[in-house]
């Protein structure tokens, strides 16, 4: 087997911590894999993983080896561009963004990345929840809110604003809050985390220190799009990004309320692995994507 190939069945074992795994995301027996890490071990003379019926883990030599793949395989796949497609970079890359991200502004925006950059493709994931960018070899990842990641790469993007929003039907109703003493009154629309399952209580900056309160609420979701759409069903109040209801805001189905009395901004970041080997494609993605959320969020 090719050197280069047999590097990358080797990191994606190890970024995996599994021969199976690894084996379906290259679309390879897992035989094939097993035989390559075999080749490899032979060829290089040592030992590079330790295996349990679990986990797969690299040795030091393992771990040594792993570094300067990643480098090599960075290397060649530059080169490989430049030359195939001129100067432009190529290949795919896997993304993943918040939903209402993806679907309000990343996807939209897509031609005009595939126009500057028609050599690269792109997978695309949105989901609210927090993917894991190693174990399933995701090149960058956008996140949104509080980081628990550890040895991964970040580049802050920026706040992104919150705002109090209630249905007009909604307010018609209960009437509308004008104090944070009225949401004793009020209900909300629970919003569970799709990671951790906890509840998110309302919040509120008061003279710089975080204050928060548990709302009455009839119904608890783990998704923006039943958040917002229970909100539109005059079943409560949100705490949601403008960016995300502008449009409902613009027409008068949404209502913004309580401008005071607002929750600490969310920080976005732009995660991703390995700075030393981070390829052309993965740079130019994410510099066009901070220039557009600069633009259509911050």
């Known amino acids: 087997m090719d050197r280069i190939d047999l590097f990358r069945i080797f990191t994606r074992v190890i970024d995996t911590t599994s021969f199976t795994r690894a084996a379906d995301l ?9 035989a390559a890490i075999a080749e490899l071990e032979g060829r290089v003379g040592a030992r590079l993983l330790h295996r349990t019926t679990r986990k797969v883990s690299p040795t030091n030599d393992g771990l040594a080896l792993y570094e300067r793949c990643l480098r090599v395989i960075a290397d060649v796949e530059e080169t490989e561009g ?5 100067a432009k970079p190529a290949g ?6 918040p939903g209402r991200i993806g679907r309000l502004i990343v996807a939209p925006a897509l031609p005009s990345f595939f126009k500057e ?7 695309l994931g949105v989901t609210d929840r927090a993917v894991d960018l190693i174990g399933e070899s995701i090149d960058c990842v956008l996140r949104v809110g509080s980081l628990t990641d550890s040895g991964l790469i970040a580049r802050s993007v920026g706040e992104l604003s919150l705002i109090n929003v209630a249905s007009s039907g909604y307010l018609a109703e209960h009437g509308v809050p004008y104090d944070v003493e009225d949401l004793k009154t009020h209900w909300a629309v629970n919003y569970a985390s799709p990671t951790t399952g906890r509840v998110e209580p309302w919040e509120w900056i008061d003279d710089g220190v975080l204050q928060t309160l548990r709302m009455r609420s009839r119904v608890t979701v783990n998704g923006a799009e039943a958040y917002i759409a229970c909100c539109l069903a005059d079943l409560g109040l949100i705490q949601i990004p403008a960016y995300d209801v502008r449009n409902y805001l613009n027409s008068g189905q949404l209502i913004d309320v309580l401008p005071n009395h607002r929750a600490e901004p969310l920080p976005m970041t732009l995660l991703y692995s390995h700075r030393r080997h981070l390829t052309h494609r993965v740079k130019v993605f994410v510099d066009w994507l901070m220039a557009l959320l600069e633009r259509e969020i911050l």
């Open 26 to 34: 290259l679309g390879l027996p897992r035989s094939s894999v097993s």
């Open 92 to 97: 795919t890359l896997r993304v993943d963004v």
């Open 117 to 123: 950059y028609p050599g690269i493709d792109v997978t």
């Open 82 to 86: 430049l030359f195939r497609r001129g």
